[in-house]
């Protein structure tokens, strides 16, 4: 062999050498590539999981809290509109003379009047002056009472409201 072939006979066994350490590491690499891409891939799963459980119990607080929410405004309502039905009944039986609103006049001690204005042994106040209402003025009486229960009302649920809420 002359020595321009024993030169290419060793440049041909490096080549072959170095593909096949290059085929080698690719083999090696490839697998190391593929085991990561498995873990990685179980890590996400993992992950994406975790992600689902915690979105359907914030889903779960959520529904409960809209379910707890709507039962207080129905509850609410009901009082608000057992409060309305009251007054106008009340409003209707002023309008009727029914019932008259009347107020307890102060005892004036120069009148000479001086009858005790606590009951007696027999559930009668004795001399206890009224003085009667006119049936408009009962009216806006009875109005601001129910302004005033409306807002009670409305106060009640607003509390009952942050209460649910935290």
């Known amino acids: 062999m002359t020595p321009g072939q024993i030169l290419a006979a060793i440049l041909l066994a490096m080549a ?27 890590d996400l799963a993992a992950i994406s999981n975790a ?20 039962a207080q405004d129905q509850q609410h ?12 009944l009340l409003r209707d039986r002023l309008a009727t003379a029914d019932v008259r609103l009347s107020v307890l006049l102060a005892e004036d001690p120069s009148s000479g009047c001086n009858m005790p204005s606590t009951p007696g042994a027999f559930g009668v106040v004795h ?9 408009a003025h009962a009216q806006r009486i009875i109005a601001i009472t129910d302004d005033g229960d409306s807002a009670v009302i409305a106060l009640r649920a607003c509390q009952e409201y942050i209460r649910i809420l935290q």
């Open 16 to 42: 072959v050498s170095g593909a096949g350490t290059w085929q080698v590491q690719d083999w090696r690499m490839g697998k190391q590539l593929a085991e990561q891409a498995d873990l990685h891939k179980d």
């Open 51 to 70: 992600a689902a459980a915690q979105a359907r119990t914030e889903q779960d607080k959520r529904l409960a809290t809209e379910h707890k929410l709507a």
């Open 77 to 88: 309502t009901k009082e608000l509109s057992d409060a309305r039905r009251s007054q106008a």
């Open 127 to 135: 001399a206890a002056r009224r003085a009667q209402l006119d049936p």
